[in-house]
């Protein structure tokens, strides 16, 4: 969890700053200027790290210290900024001396502060180097990373371990996450997060700028108290780009030439380099991390992706952006894929003549490696009468992908209109079904898909034995046309009886993927859907929505196997730093990341990833995972929130539309009617359930019936320890695994398995763990009736109010006289109600004399 | 303090800001910034209070204000330090090109007076400059203004950078850019100590503010969005726009500083207005193009065929006047021998031919071709128009041209009399004219014809002989638009359909196809896929290809959507897009506001408009306009009677639209019943029937409504039986309406008047509620009684104060004002009247007063609307 702490004096150096994430580093500081075996710290770091907050910070703590802060005009001028500490104007013999004694004019060793401390002339450098080393004084110095000179200030005091050395870094992410929701007051969606972190390599002060470079240009969009990203192109205004150039102002001419060319080209060959002079420049940057170097390709220099590099890109002028490409493009080698796009896109920035293929080409890779609005500003430039049907439909994937659905529609409804091949229709149609099936696109009607494929039937395949042939896109259309005549969610069924040819590729493999993964998931064979998961991840270097539904499916899969580590590598690894990309991954990953909460027992992380999740998969029109994400939000609220949220949900989840690709729908069911049965206390929704419980044992969906089992325990006190055990043998995972053991544990009465799995499930399930601890005391006190309302366990303030509604007061009477909300006294009577399972208020009396009862039995 | 010696140029009297405050440090006029007298500060209202609040406060030292020249620096530094505590020792201090070059040249007045020489090296000067202020401030800490900051020495600013860093001033300065020599200033922003302030102009509702606040709302034909972007939002170059002053900005001021060869090429690319970056390059040095952008003076366009233009259009213009006419030969002379002609395209090619035209040289007919369809399709009609004239060629293709641009500025006579020898030729001679030139001509055709009548057109056998897709798109949207015009939506909609599904026509006529196709859907309503037609053409315009044309025929398109469906808030923007009137923009929001029940705006605005038929309209909304003048004078009481219905008085019968004319009907029909329902019933009953005919259910389920709540049987039996073909939230609401009209229960009513509040219908919900109060009453009936007056009050209370009840609070008394306050803070009236000094019965007098203003019934109530219209 994030570290916080505020500023201690009032007159910080910001109003009301929170430092985050800084608080070893601040003690470090404190203590170098009490520790009796340094003379003080040199701090190092980028411009924004928060060298000078720090700093400030230490020094408003004391009373007697000294603030000093270089300047390139005052660097060359022999004590130049010691100008406001005494009189330069009096006599220069004394000048030396005037300046030991003030700063040593005190009996304990004063504290010197020196801000940019790189920029310091050098006899001040050396006077206070001489004074710190023996003592005199004590020094806290910050310097730049990477100064003019090369040579660090006070790096003989460093090494001779008179001054510590602290180095500031990148905030660690958990610190830049609170950072971020702290100043924006509200959750953020990971996109908001991903952005932020790129933009700003989680440098404070740049994040500072950036998010009010985003509240100025409304980059963030709240929606329901969760800010998520418009996903719309970067276009940064002057100052945000100011904030780079001023960065890159810290290195060399040389190097900053080299570091254009690298960055403009996406990677140039050293041999290039050379020829350009830049060969020592570049391994400057190398050094310094600007530029990477692949240890596969070790001749060859890559640019490195931030804020920085998309500011050389935009910002470069014209001429010199030109005679750059020029000049690599007679260089004649031969870029990596990234490259190739980086340059087609250069060559239109500039100006140059770049042709019309190879900005397809370019667009396409583009689009492959999930850069998305590079591809659309690459693709934007060629009609869409110029494309090819194939060009077509990866053009269409893009548009959906960028969240502009009817546009992408529309082009998609132009390939299927001239489509070659019949593989080409199919998978346009799984599009279809993931985006339009419920809206109804007036561009591409179900009815466009037929027309295609019986005249691909009748004039002949243009790519014959590639894949599906038109006959078996007919057969596949009958039965999508029949899902979607009868109002039902899109299953594996579609592919009852259908056997695909082999190599098929594209959505189409996709969604045959996804399906059967899903059903397997809901069969409890989790290993084997991480199998098919992974042989296709494989087949799908493609990064569009779809193989992120891939990717989000996979996570899901470990986290149901348990292994939580592998889940966040999933969860953590980021192929491209677009903004539209990453606004769609968003939701998928903040659903994945809620689920990780969830397992490790985090309530109210977990309710803040859903919440966002729910937002960005909203907002980008990602209902797939829509169903799922509703049902564990509704789930997790009507454990700890408020019912009105729960409603609120309840009925979002009631706007999907039928016909749609859900993932875990039969899951989000359950949940949703567990969450609503636990709500109300109805036995109708119990009923529900038990019926999903046959239909699912009647189906083999033996995950499903587990998790119901496992609810029918937790929140509806049934005890069947051998349906239990019988169910939890049908598949792997984690929680066929807890109702096993909880079977065999009830079955024997065993107290010791019932506390230990109390014991490991205690922080991610505390309802469980409550329930085994209850459960195994009784079996020790020899009771073997059905568990009752024994440990009901109220609170102070539920007792209080429990005592008022017996005494006949209304929630609005007892607001008043406890001094409280309505509605915070409605959330206590709820919690109440559930706690002595009433649902109305003249129950509550009852119950409340039972429990005592029971207490004093 | 003693009112500082402001010099002849500002007198005292003239100092509304309160300069008075200056301390005297200046001594000299040079040193007084030029305040603008007495001009209001548009905009920047949270940057002004980010300026104060970085000033007085304890957080920062002061601010780094970033904007171009004229972008409105020194008038936020200026209202900045009015809003100041009065006894700050402020010291103001003024960068020039002559004080940049001194060592310490903004101090020199200050230094002089202590006689002190400004010869001081860095440090030392330090230590006096630090020593001076000490003194000056008297304890107080001291408040430094420099403006103009890039024209100040590194060395002064290196001193005041350290006199903020040591926090002996507070410091506040303006600058273009934060490039050296602010750079010193700016690592201040960086390490968290001052606050930076960036102004990149004001938007178009500050411009606005501003343009009405000088009076020329009507006289200017440009519109606000047109003029904030070719001000870039900079005020001052605005107000130049405006009043044609010639204050110089600080762009010229920098041209007037560049060398010989440099004047040059800006010289040329203003006379041009863009030229293509290779030509450009033929002409000078890339590293002279790449120096002239890096300061801001020409701007390079990114993207394939890169063009560089004048970055300020307005600037362009200067420039352009200021060049002879011999020196102009001269240039054009040289750009002819040195540019490859054949690389110019679109508006290179067109400046270039202007350019050429106006100095009597004239380009291949080819070439004046080109331009003039470039500058055509961007709606530059009256300058294709003059070059096409000008070049004194003529020609089948040219004349159409030229009939576009006729067509395009309102000159439809000229237009027509352009295209009529064109169409008898092709007549006569079908088989010499290319396809895509008759396609062309047929359009034009089209768009010249009262689309009322069809028989008339003379090219219809041309569609036959198209075998183009892209020429039958072209054609057929445009047949399509003649036909919706004209009332036969059946047929428009099969046409704009035909051409939206063919991919292999061109976007630009898909586009128009769609919008088309929207329109004709909410008409007949299917709502919902009419408006997703609609949402798919707005975004077609993110495709590349579309043009004037599309803009023209497709936006209105969208707002006539809109209007019908009830989507006032997409409704209120659809016209943004179309730049050519803003008199349009305004008569559009006055008619929603009158169909949103805020008659007395509405009739505001309309009064302000001339209501004749304008030639830039491009469909007659005048006629509707004034219809809807008169409704709007009945429903405020400004006139009783209704003194004649408007007939077809037509300007030009190639505008007439058939909606508008149903609109128009409709308003007046809607006046007259307000006074004498007995004519008007039957009548707003046919206009129904008449859309109804037409096969526009939604239209004549409107005008059924209206005649239904008069009472008009059979409107009311025609709209029970439309209303379920209308689909959408208002179709939801007419079924309701039909319901109860068409049954005496008094649910269904209460029911009705709900739909229409959630739908926004404040005027029908305020209506229907009112009747089923008066029926709950009669019947006794407690509970609906209840409901009706509720639903009564929230439609009155939106129609009498707007939705977040501005106008009420405007209108609140200071006695209102406190005991609304206390009663949102809960308080009795007891406790009220004795905060006041009043007796609680006095309280409860004022209150019951207020409870019928708002129409609420009790305090609970009147505390949770004012609540909610707080929250708002």
């Known amino acids: 969890m994030a570290e916080e702490l505020t500023t201690s004096s009032g007159e910080s150096i910001q109003d009301g700053t929170t430092i985050f994430g800084r608080k070893g580093e601040l003690e470090l500081i404190r203590q170098s200027l009490r520790c009796s075996e340094c003379s003080g710290i040199l701090i190092e770091g980028e411009i924004g790290v928060g060298k000078t907050l720090l700093a400030r910070t230490a020094f408003e703590d004391g009373n007697d210290g000294i603030w000093i802060r270089g300047d390139r005009v005052h660097q060359n001028t022999e004590f130049g900024v010691f100008g406001l500490l005494i009189d330069l104007d009096g006599d220069p013999s004394t000048l030396l001396g005037r300046i030991v004694s003030r700063l040593t004019s005190t009996r304990t060793s004063q504290a010197v502060f020196v801000d940019d401390a790189h920029l310091l002339d050098s006899r001040s450098q050396e006077v206070l180097t001489d004074l710190a080393s023996v003592g005199s004084i004590r020094l806290i110095a910050m310097s730049r990373s990477n100064p003019e000179s090369g040579v660090m200030p006070f790096s003989t005091l460093v090494e001779d371990r008179v001054l510590q050395h602290l180095v500031l870094g990148p905030l660690p992410r958990e610190d830049y996450r609170s950072m971020i929701e702290h100043r924006l007051g509200h959750i953020v969606s990971q996109a908001v997060v991903d952005i932020v972190d790129f933009h700003s390599k989680r440098n404070p002060g740049k994040l500072i700028e950036l998010l009010e470079y985003t509240a100025r240009r409304s980059r963030f969009l709240l929606r329901r108290g969760v800010w998520i990203l418009d996903g719309h192109d970067t276009d940064y205004d002057a100052r945000a780009r100011d904030y780079a150039r001023i960065g890159l102002a810290d290195h060399s001419p040389q190097e900053t030439e080299a570091l254009e060319l690298v960055v403009l080209a996406g990677e140039v060959e050293l041999a290039t380099l050379l020829e350009a002079g830049l060969g020592e420049a570049a391994d400057a940057l190398v050094a310094a991390g600007e530029l990477k170097i692949d240890a596969q390709r070790p001749h060859i220099y890559e640019a490195v992706e931030n804020h920085t590099s998309d500011t050389i890109r935009y910002t470069t002028p014209t001429g010199r952006s030109r005679e750059w490409f020029d000049f690599i493009d007679s260089s004649g080698d031969a870029p990596a894929e990234w490259s190739q ?254 689920q990780t909460h969830l397992l490790e027992g985090n309530l109210p992380g977990a309710m803040k990833a859903l919440r966002a999740a729910i937002e960005s998969l909203t907002y980008w029109n990602l209902g797939t995972q829509l169903a799922i994400a509703l049902g564990e939000a509704e789930y997790a609220v009507s454990r700890v929130g408020t019912a009105a949220d729960a409603d609120e949900l309840h009925a979002r989840f009631d706007e999907l539309p039928v016909t749609a690709l859900y993932h875990e729908y039969r899951r989000a069911l359950v949940l949703r009617t567990t969450a609503r049965a636990i709500r109300t206390g109805e036995t109708r929704y119990e009923r529900e359930l038990r019926r999903m419980l046959d239909e699912a044992e009647a189906d083999g969906a033996a995950a499903i019936v587990v998790l119901i089992r496992l609810h029918l325990f937790l929140h509806f006190d049934e005890i069947a320890p051998e349906a239990m055990c019988e169910a939890a043998a049908h598949g792997t995972g984690r929680e066929f695994v807890i109702v096993g053991r909880l079977g065999a544990a009830l079955r024997d009465h065993d107290r010791a398995a019932l506390t230990s799995l109390a014991e490991e499930y205690g922080a991610s399930m505390p309802d469980l763990a409550g329930k085994c601890i209850a459960l195994a005391a009784r079996f020790g006190a020899g009771q073997s009736n059905g568990p009752g309302r024994q440990n009901i366990g109220l609170t102070a303030r539920e007792k209080q109010i429990s005592a008022l509604i017996v005494a006949g007061r209304s929630n609005a009477e007892i607001a008043l006289e406890l001094g409280v909300r309505v509605r915070t006294v409605e959330g206590h009577t709820y919690r109440l109600f559930r706690k002595l399972g009433v649902e109305r208020r003249d129950q509550v009396a009852e119950a409340m004399r039972d429990a005592e009862g029971r207490l004093r039995a | 303090m003693n009112p500082a010696p402001l010099g002849s140029a500002f007198p005292a009297a003239e100092d509304p800001q309160g300069y008075g405050k200056l301390s005297d440090v200046s001594g000299r006029t040079t040193h007084i910034p030029p305040v603008a007298p007495s001009r209001r500060l548009f905009g920047y209202e949270s940057e002004l209070s980010t300026v104060v609040g970085a000033i007085s406060g304890q957080g920062h030292l002061g601010a780094l204000i970033i904007g171009a020249a004229g972008i409105g620096k020194t008038a936020l530094v200026n209202a900045a330090l009015s809003r100041l505590d009065p006894d700050l020792a402020v010291t103001r201090l003024r960068g020039s090109e002559n004080a940049r070059v001194r060592n310490l040249g903004i101090f020199e007045i200050l230094l002089s007076r202590e006689g002190i020489d400004t010869d001081l090296p860095p440090g030392r000067a330090l230590s006096v400059i630090g020593d001076l202020f000490e003194r000056r401030a008297e304890g107080v800490r001291s408040l430094v203004v420099v403006d103009n900051a890039d024209l100040v020495d590194d060395h002064s600013l290196a001193v005041l950078a350290q006199l903020t860093d040591a926090r002996r001033i507070k410091l506040v300065i303006a600058a273009e850019s934060a490039r050296p020599p602010v750079d010193l200033i700016a690592g201040l922003w960086l390490s968290g100590s001052i606050v930076r302030i960036d102004l990149d102009g004001i938007d178009e509702a500050d411009a606005a503010a501003m343009i009405n606040s000088i009076g020329l709302s009507e006289t200017e034909t440009r519109s606000v969005s047109e003029l904030t972007a070719l001000a870039h939002g900079n005020p001052r170059l605005l107000e130049r726009l405006l009043f044609g002053r010639s204050r110089t900005s600080g762009v010229e001021t920098a041209i007037a500083r560049v060398d010989q060869s440099s004047r040059e090429v800006i010289e040329t690319v203003a006379l041009i207005e863009a030229v293509p970056y290779d030509v450009l390059v033929g002409f000078t040095s890339p590293q002279t193009i790449d120096c002239l952008a890096e300061d801001g003076l020409l701007s390079i366009s990114k993207g394939r065929g890169g063009t560089v233009s004048m970055h300020e259009p307005v600037t362009a213009e200067n420039v352009r006047a200021m060049v002879p006419p011999s020196r102009s030969l001269e240039l054009l002379t040289r750009f002819d021998a040195g540019a490859d002609l054949s690389a110019l395209h679109g508006r290179t090619l067109f400046g270039y031919a202007a350019w050429s035209i106006s100095l009597g040289r004239v380009p291949t007919p080819k070439q004046v071709l080109d331009a003039a369809g470039w500058a055509n399709a961007r709606g530059r009609y009256r300058e294709a128009a003059e070059i096409i004239r000008t070049s004194g060629y003529r020609g089948p293709e040219l004349d159409l041209e030229h009939a576009r641009s006729e067509w395009g500025a309102g000159r439809l006579r000229q237009a027509r009399e352009i295209v009529d020898p064109l169409v008898s030729e092709a007549c006569l001679n079908p088989d010499t004219s290319v396809q895509e030139y008759l396609s062309r001509l047929a359009s034009m055709e089209l768009r010249l014809m009262d689309p009322r009548k069809p028989e008339d057109l003379r090219l219809d056998w041309v569609r036959d002989t198209l075998s183009l897709p892209i020429d039958v798109g072209r054609l057929d949207a445009t047949r399509a638009r003649f036909d919706l015009k004209g009332g036969r939506i059946a047929a428009a909609c099969a046409l704009a359909e035909s051409v939206y599904l063919n991919h292999a026509s061109s976007v630009r006529h898909r586009l128009r196809a769609c919008a088309f196709l929207g329109v004709a859907e909410v008409m007949s309503g299917r709502i919902e896929l009419g408006l997703s037609y609609i949402a798919q053409a707005g975004l077609m315009f993110g495709l590349p290809g579309p043009e004037s044309f599309e803009r023209e025929d497709a936006i209105p398109q969208f707002f006539v959507a809109n209007f019908i469906a009830g989507n006032w808030a997409q409704a209120r923007t659809a016209m943004d897009e179309l730049t050519s009137s803003r008199r349009l923009t305004r008569l559009t929001n006055a008619l929603i506001d009158l169909r949103t029940g805020n008659a007395a705006k509405a009739h505001c605005i309309l009064g302000e408009l001339n209501l004749g038929a304008d030639p830039c309209d491009i469909v007659d909304i005048a006629g509707m306009a004034r219809s809807a003048l008169s409704l709007s004078a009945v429903l405020t009481d400004q006139r009783t009677e209704v003194v004649s219905i408007a007939v077809d008085e037509e300007a030009e019968a190639s505008r007439h639209s058939w909606w508008a004319s149903f609109e128009a009907r409709l308003f007046d029909l809607q006046a007259l019943a307000q006074t004498s329902p007995e004519p008007a019933t039957p009548q707003l009953y046919e206009l129904g029937a008449w859309a109804e005919e037409h096969g526009a259910h939604t239209l004549a389920c409107l005008a059924w409504l209206e005649a239904g709540r008069l009472g008009h049987e059979q409107a009311i039996g025609g709209l029970s039986a439309s209303a379920g073909r209308v689909d959408g939230s208002l179709g939801r609401l007419l079924r309701a309406v039909a319901h109860a009209f068409s049954t005496d229960d008094l649910q269904a009513l209460i029911t009705a008047a709900r739909e229409a509040l959630i739908f926004g219908a404040v005027v029908l919900c305020a209506q229907l509620s009112g009747e089923a109060r008066k029926r709950a009453v009669a019947s006794g009936n407690a509970a609906a009684t209840k409901e009706a007056r ?63 203003r708002v129409h609420v019934a009790n305090r609970q109530e009147l505390r949770e609307v004012v609540t909610e219209w707080l929250k708002s």
């Open chain 1, 341 to 594: 796009v980086v340059r087609a896109e250069w060559g239109l920035i500039c100006g140059a003549e770049v042709g019309e293929s190879r900005t397809i080409d370019a667009a396409l890779i583009a689009a492959r490696l999930g850069d998305w609005h590079r591809a659309m500003r690459l693709i934007a430039e060629i009609p869409t009468e110029k494309l090819s049907p194939h060009e077509l439909l990866s053009v269409a994937l893009l548009y959906c992908g960028c969240n502009k659905i009817p546009l992408g529609l529309d082009i998609l409804a132009h390939a299927v209109r001239t489509a070659c091949c019949a593989p080409l229709v199919v998978d346009a149609l799984v599009v279809w079904m993931n985006r339009s099936s419920a809206s109804m696109s007036p561009a591409l009607r179900l009815a466009d898909f037929r027309t295609a494929l019986n005249r691909l039937h009748e004039e002949g395949d243009g790519h014959p034995g590639r894949g599906v042939d038109a006959a078996f896109g007919l057969e596949f259309l009958d039965r999508v046309a029949a899902v979607v005549a009868e109002e039902r969610p899109i299953t594996v069924d579609v592919f009852d009886g259908l056997t695909p040819e082999s190599g098929a590729t594209g959505s189409f493999h996709l969604l045959d993927t996804m399906l059967h993964a899903t059903d397997m998931l809901d069969s409890g064979c989790a290993l084997e859907a991480l199998a098919l998961l992974e042989s296709a991840q494989a087949d799908f270097s493609n990064e569009s929505t779809g193989s992120l539904h891939l990717t989000m499916l996979q996570g899901r899969t470990l986290l149901q196997l348990g292994r939580i580590a592998e889940a966040r590598e999933l969860m953590t690894t980021l192929s491209t730093h677009d903004i539209a990309y990453l606004s769609a991954r968003s939701g998928p990953i903040d659903l994945l990341w809620a």
């Open chain 2, 790 to 852: 509720i639903l009564l009050g929230r439609s009155r209370r939106v129609l009498d104060f707007d939705a977040d009840g501005k106008r009420f609070h405007a209108n609140l008394g200071e006695l209102e004002h406190s005991i609304i306050t206390g009663i949102v803070e809960g308080r009795t009236s007891a406790e009220i009247g004795e905060e006041l000094h009043l007796s609680a019965r006095t309280v409860e007098w004022h209150l019951g007063r207020l409870y019928r």
